[in-house]
């Protein structure tokens, strides 16, 4: 039975098209909006006395498609906001007006002019086009003839049910259905002219070829390029250069195009867009477009680290940085081409769903993995892949996501998306499919539970946040069948762990590591890195045999020969003799003293290389380049800045940099210094600190969640110890604890790897709680870490929790023990199937046994003391 047929309004059409159809999409190719409005009115007007109702989208700055009128529903969209935002609003409307079934859309093309591609464009229709047909309505559509990419309109044409051609020869009005889906006739696909009355098929063969080839001088055939943005500023610019015409000197027309491609590449934040204005020159854009896949955006993190070396070489300095900065040798993925990946794979509702609701378990996240990782990407981007790769040949690559909001004035995104090591090793084909799998696996993670977490939190779930992706030449050298850099680590223009007050705050910190980088921002059991307060860069906070303990003992790095990332023992990677200036890295420790390492001295059994970088401190100007970039970076910045670098040194002490990334940094605490009471009766004290590096108040916290160190320490399944941090998770996500504020204690480092020494949790796991504690236990073997400048301290900063480590056996520290293993227990309560946990996971209702009270903490990191009481 042939569905039933809907009236367009106009007869003649229904005539030519066999009638409309509920879940038909309309577009109507057009020169003139005011053709498109000939088809929408009669449309409006048939719809309103159909279902006494017409939506219309308004989002274009055109005029008007059709006037008002009774039942003409106008709902406005924002395309400013970015695809994903619009897109998701479009849909919330399309949702909410469904059942009165008929929608007339703004022209199309005007979306390319907000959006600079036509790849945007072609994916909202995409991911538009199937929702309006899976709810059975009808909808108008236009897009201007000959102004977008072919592949664009073929991508619309392949989605939509009916595509018609509208074109005026000498006057008189052209249509053309090119396609009427699941609908034919001998007549229906031939030229029309449209008169009063019946519409006249063009059937002569000469008048049919004088009409068609009138029509395909038209710039839908004629033209190749769009007039989107994203091409047609880079090819004027082209041509003034091309032509001859110098382009640095900047006119007010080529500086007009210049702020426009730099924003297609790199964002529209108006603090970055000051500084991208300053320091980019037109070269510099060109080499980015150069070294593109796909198109759109380039993202925060590269954008962050391109623009801090053009800072470095381009303000005057006491160092040539032109001299130590190492080329990056870098490639954008176009975030473009994530949104493309997402239409094309059916992926992009399932981002919708999961953006709005953010609750996501880390089980549900490896099925949403999994269907990132069977996508595809068109053979225009394949192809594209293989030369990207067939340029780096062999040599190890990371892929880094650098999505829209990351690395900006106000979130870092800080380990909340992944980046991937690709060894590179093997033939074409086998490096190809681990980097396929890298780039779905980076795509994937933006729809973690830990990202979604943090969109939230930030007040970012509804922003437009596209993935592009960072390649990049793995910075080290090959060394045995391992390659590493000798040096990486993180760099900060300010140091909030003084841990003495010889240290000044304001000239800075370095995390330093020997490997990969990974070890420096990343929360490793067991491990340290070299912690370098460049006011005083001999100084240490750990003396004497705590050197030894308090040092790094694994390196992170790429195994050739297995095609893989690893982390080693240092002692099984290198040895004293053979690693280029590893007497320089090194010291030996012997009976309890260090001492330097030499060139060519052979080690007794006794004695046990420690990485110190004593030597390399002392015999470069590591110290003075690294603080001099901070330095030179903060003032550009107008901000305190967090770095990532890798380094080394050649023979003769010279050192290079490479640097990787550069954010703001945002500092934790209160402007000025806290009064920490003193005079808290001993019975209302919970506890007492005295090394705090983040600070603030935080008044009625009615629940306290307590992870009894010794009892923790006592869980012998390794299954049931990682389940710990489920029940923390859920904790965290309970209304009933949401509704107020609350505090996490737990044993040795929350959210590290290795569960023996904290409780293995993640991100989304605690980002509710307003301060988080880490308590070491001497003989349960916790240790907690003074992590500043790892991505976990870094989510406490942005978060705005309060972070005290506590030291029970300190004698300057006052712990009551007895509150937090007596007081009543309402886990149970609140989650009846954890109740195997409750000899170990304690929830404490603070007035319900408190006689009403709730807990206070004050915390001030100027003078290094805390204390949470009842009050």
Same mark, same amino acid.
């Given at each position: 039975m042939?569905?039933?047929?809907?009236?367009?309004?106009?007869?003649?059409?229904?005539?030519?098209?066999?009638?409309?159809?509920?879940?038909?999409?309309?577009?109507?190719?057009?020169?003139?909006?005011?053709?498109?409005?000939?088809?929408?009115?009669?449309?409006?007007?048939?719809?309103?006395?159909?279902?006494?109702?017409?939506?219309?989208?308004?989002?274009?700055?055109?005029?008007?498609?059709?006037?008002?009128?009774r039942?003409?529903?106008?709902?406005?969209?924002?395309?400013?906001?970015?695809?994903?935002?619009?897109?998701?609003?479009?849909?919330?409307?399309?949702?909410?007006?469904?059942?009165?079934?008929f929608?007339?859309?703004?022209?199309?093309?005007?979306?390319?002019?907000?959006?600079?591609?036509d790849?945007?464009?072609?994916?909202?229709?995409?991911?538009?086009?199937?929702?309006?047909?899976?709810?059975?309505?009808?909808?108008?559509f236009?897009?201007?003839?000959?102004?977008?990419?072919?592949s664009?309109?073929?991508?619309?044409?392949?989605?939509?049910?009916?595509?018609?051609?509208?074109?005026?020869i000498?006057?008189?009005?052209?249509?053309?259905?090119?396609?009427?889906?699941?609908r034919?006739?001998?007549?229906?696909?031939?030229?029309?002219?449209?008169?009063?009355? @019946?519409?006249?098929?063009?059937?002569?063969? /000469?008048?049919? +070829? $004088?009409?068609?080839?009138? &029509? *395909?001088?038209?710039? %839908?055939?004629?033209?190749?390029?769009?007039?989107?943005?994203?091409?047609?500023?880079y090819?004027?610019?082209?041509?003034?250069?091309?032509a001859?015409k110098?382009t640095?000197?900047?006119?007010?027309?080529?500086?007009?195009?210049?702020?426009?491609?730099?924003?297609?590449?790199?964002?529209?934040?108006?603090?970055?867009?000051?500084?991208?204005?300053?320091?980019?020159?037109?070269?510099?854009?060109?080499?980015?477009?150069? @070294?593109m896949?796909?198109?759109g955006?380039? /993202?925060?993190? +590269? $954008?962050?680290?391109?623009? &801090? *070396?053009?800072?470095? %070489?381009k303000?005057?300095?006491?160092?040539?940085?032109?001299?130590?900065?190492?080329?990056?040798?870098?490639?954008?993925?176009?975030?473009?081409?994530?949104?493309?990946?997402?239409?094309?794979?059916?992926?992009?509702?399932?981002?919708?769903?999961?953006?709005?609701?953010?609750?996501?378990?880390r089980?549900?996240f490896?099925?949403?993995?999994?269907?990132?990782?069977?996508?595809?990407?068109?053979?225009?981007?394949?192809?594209?892949?293989?030369?990207?790769?067939?340029?780096?040949?062999? +040599?190890?690559?990371?892929?880094?996501?650098?999505?829209?909001?990351?690395?900006?004035?106000?979130?870092?995104?800080?380990?909340?998306?992944?980046?991937?090591?690709?060894?590179n090793?093997?033939?074409?084909?086998?490096?190809?499919?681990?980097?396929?799998?890298?780039?779905?696996?980076?795509?994937?993670?933006?729809?973690?539970?830990?990202?979604?977490?943090?969109?939230r939190?930030?007040?970012?779930?509804?922003?437009?946040?596209?993935?592009?992706?960072?390649?990049?030449r793995?910075?080290?050298?090959?060394?045995?069948?391992?390659?590493?850099?000798?040096? +990486?680590?993180?760099?900060?223009?300010?140091?909030?762990?003084?841990?003495?007050?010889?240290?000044?705050?304001?000239?800075?910190?370095?995390?330093?590591?020997?490997g990969?980088?990974?070890?420096?921002?990343?929360?490793?059991?067991?491990?340290?890195?070299?912690?370098?307060?460049?006011?005083?860069?001999?100084?240490?906070?750990?003396?004497?045999?705590?050197?030894?303990?308090?040092?790094?003992?694994?390196?992170d790095?790429?195994?050739?020969?297995?095609?893989?990332?690893?982390?080693?023992?240092?002692?099984?990677?290198?040895?004293?003799?053979?690693?280029?200036?590893?007497?320089?890295?090194?010291?030996?420790?012997?009976?309890?003293?260090?001492?330097?390492?030499?060139?060519?001295?052979?080690?007794?059994?006794?004695?046990?290389?420690?990485?110190?970088?004593?030597?390399?401190?002392?015999?470069?100007?590591?110290?003075?380049?690294?603080?001099?970039?901070?330095?030179?970076?903060?003032?550009?910045?107008?901000?305190?800045?967090?770095?990532?670098?890798?380094?080394?040194?050649?023979?003769?002490g010279?050192?290079?940099?490479?640097?990787?990334?550069?954010?703001?940094?945002?500092?934790?605490?209160?402007?000025?210094?806290?009064?920490?009471?003193?005079?808290?009766?001993?019975?209302?004290?919970?506890?007492?600190?005295?090394?705090?590096?983040?600070?603030?108040?935080?008044?009625?916290?009615?629940?306290?969640?307590?992870?009894?160190?010794?009892?923790?320490?006592?869980?012998?399944?390794?299954?049931?110890?990682?389940?710990?941090?489920?029940?923390?998770?859920?904790?965290?996500?309970?209304?009933?604890?949401?509704?107020?504020?609350?505090?996490?204690?737990?044993?040795?480092?929350?959210?590290?790897?290795?569960?023996?020494?904290?409780?293995?949790?993640?991100?989304a796991?605690?980002?509710?709680?307003?301060?988080?504690?880490?308590?070491?236990?001497?003989?349960?073997?916790?240790?907690?870490?003074?992590?500043?400048?790892?991505?976990?301290f870094?989510?406490?900063?942005?978060?705005?929790?309060?972070?005290?480590?506590?030291?029970?056996?300190?004698?300057?520290?006052?712990?009551?023990?007895?509150?937090?293993?007596?007081?009543?227990?309402?886990?149970?309560?609140?989650?009846?199937?954890?109740?195997?946990?409750?000899?170990?996971?304690?929830?404490?209702?603070?007035?319900?046994?408190?006689?009403?009270?709730?807990?206070?903490?004050?915390a001030d990191?100027?003078?290094?003391?805390?204390?949470?009481f009842?009050?």
């Amino acid at each position: 039975m042939e569905p039933k047929a809907i009236n367009s309004g106009i007869a003649a059409l229904d005539q030519v098209l066999k009638g409309l159809r509920l879940g038909d999409n309309v577009v109507w190719q057009v020169d003139s909006l005011d053709d498109y409005s000939y088809f929408a009115e009669p449309f409006a007007d048939q719809a309103i006395r159909y279902s006494d109702t017409c939506v219309y989208l308004r989002f274009a700055p055109h005029p008007p498609i059709v006037g008002h009128r009774r039942g003409l529903v106008i709902k406005a969209v924002d395309p400013s906001l970015g695809f994903d935002s619009f897109t998701a609003e479009v849909h919330r409307v399309i949702e909410q007006w469904a059942k009165k079934k008929f929608f007339i859309v703004d022209n199309l093309s005007a979306l390319v002019e907000e959006w600079a591609t036509d790849e945007l464009l072609a994916n909202f229709f995409q991911v538009t086009c199937p929702f309006l047909r899976e709810l059975d309505t009808v909808a108008y559509f236009a897009l201007t003839r000959g102004q977008h990419a072919h592949s664009a309109v073929a991508r619309v044409r392949d989605t939509t049910q009916v595509l018609i051609d509208v074109y005026r020869i000498k006057g008189i009005m052209y249509i053309h259905p090119l396609k009427v889906w699941d609908r034919y006739s001998p007549q229906m696909f031939l030229p029309h002219v449209v008169t009063e009355g @019946r519409w006249q098929p063009v059937f002569q063969s /000469g008048e049919a +070829a $004088a009409v068609s080839a009138i &029509a *395909r001088k038209r710039p %839908l055939h004629a033209m190749e390029s769009s007039i989107a943005p994203w091409d047609s500023v880079y090819h004027k610019l082209i041509q003034y250069r091309d032509a001859g015409k110098d382009t640095q000197q900047i006119t007010p027309e080529i500086q007009a195009l210049k702020q426009e491609f730099s924003r297609m590449l790199i964002g529209n934040h108006p603090e970055f867009n000051r500084l991208a204005d300053s320091y980019f020159t037109l070269e510099d854009l060109y080499n980015i477009r150069d @070294r593109m896949i796909g198109s759109g955006r380039i /993202g925060g993190k +590269a $954008a962050g680290m391109l623009l &801090a *070396r053009r800072i470095l %070489l381009k303000e005057d300095s006491q160092i040539d940085f032109s001299q130590i900065l190492e080329d990056h040798d870098s490639f954008y993925i176009g975030s473009d081409t994530f949104f493309t990946f997402l239409v094309d794979n059916n992926l992009f509702r399932l981002r919708l769903k999961l953006s709005r609701d953010s609750q996501l378990s880390r089980e549900e996240f490896q099925d949403v993995e999994q269907s990132f990782l069977t996508g595809r990407f068109s053979p225009e981007i394949m192809e594209q892949f293989r030369n990207m790769l067939d340029y780096f040949g062999q +040599a190890p690559i990371i892929v880094r996501s650098s999505s829209l909001l990351e690395d900006s004035f106000g979130n870092s995104f800080a380990g909340k998306y992944r980046s991937e090591f690709c060894a590179n090793q093997g033939s074409p084909d086998e490096r190809l499919e681990v980097f396929l799998r890298a780039i779905k696996l980076v795509y994937a993670s933006t729809l973690s539970p830990d990202a979604l977490s943090y969109r939230r939190r930030r007040g970012l779930g509804e922003s437009d946040e596209q993935m592009a992706i960072l390649v990049q030449r793995v910075s080290g050298i090959p060394y045995r069948h391992y390659f590493f850099p000798s040096l +990486a680590g993180v760099a900060f223009s300010r140091n909030l762990y003084a841990w003495t007050s010889r240290i000044d705050p304001n000239k800075g910190l370095i995390r330093l590591v020997f490997g990969l980088g990974t070890r420096a921002v990343n929360r490793v059991g067991g491990d340290y890195p070299r912690m370098i307060a460049l006011s005083h860069p001999e100084l240490r906070p750990e003396v004497g045999m705590e050197i030894a303990k308090y040092s790094q003992h694994e390196v992170d790095l790429l195994n050739l020969e297995a095609n893989e990332f690893a982390t080693l023992p240092i002692n099984e990677v290198v040895s004293e003799d053979e690693y280029p200036n590893i007497h320089l890295l090194a010291s030996v420790m012997k009976d309890g003293y260090l001492s330097d390492l030499y060139k060519g001295v052979k080690l007794y059994p006794t004695e046990k290389i420690l990485l110190t970088f004593n030597k390399f401190m002392r015999s470069t100007n590591f110290v003075k380049i690294t603080a001099e970039m901070l330095e030179t970076l903060d003032k550009a910045y107008g901000h305190p800045v967090d770095t990532e670098f890798t380094a080394s040194a050649d023979l003769e002490g010279h050192v290079k940099i490479n640097l990787l990334q550069c954010r703001p940094l945002w500092l934790p605490g209160l402007s000025g210094p806290l009064k920490v009471p003193d005079n808290i009766p001993q019975d209302r004290t919970l506890f007492r600190a005295t090394r705090v590096i983040s600070g603030g108040v935080v008044s009625r916290i009615k629940h306290i969640i307590y992870i009894d160190p010794r009892r923790y320490a006592q869980i012998n399944s390794m299954e049931l110890k990682r389940s710990v941090g489920r029940v923390v998770g859920r904790l965290n996500a309970h209304p009933r604890l949401a509704a107020d504020k609350f505090l996490m204690m737990g044993p040795g480092r929350w959210g590290s790897g290795n569960i023996d020494l904290g409780v293995n949790v993640s991100y989304a796991d605690i980002d509710n709680t307003a301060v988080l504690v880490e308590i070491a236990r001497e003989d349960s073997g916790h240790v907690p870490e003074l992590s500043y400048g790892t991505h976990f301290f870094q989510d406490l900063v942005e978060n705005q929790m309060i972070y005290l480590p506590i030291y029970p056996d300190d004698p300057d520290t006052r712990f009551n023990s007895l509150f937090f293993e007596r007081s009543a227990n309402i886990l149970a309560d609140l989650l009846p199937e954890s109740g195997q946990f409750e000899n170990a996971v304690r929830v404490i209702d603070v007035p319900q046994v408190a006689n009403g009270a709730y807990a206070r903490v004050v915390a001030d990191p100027q003078s290094h003391s805390a204390i949470c009481f009842l009050g």
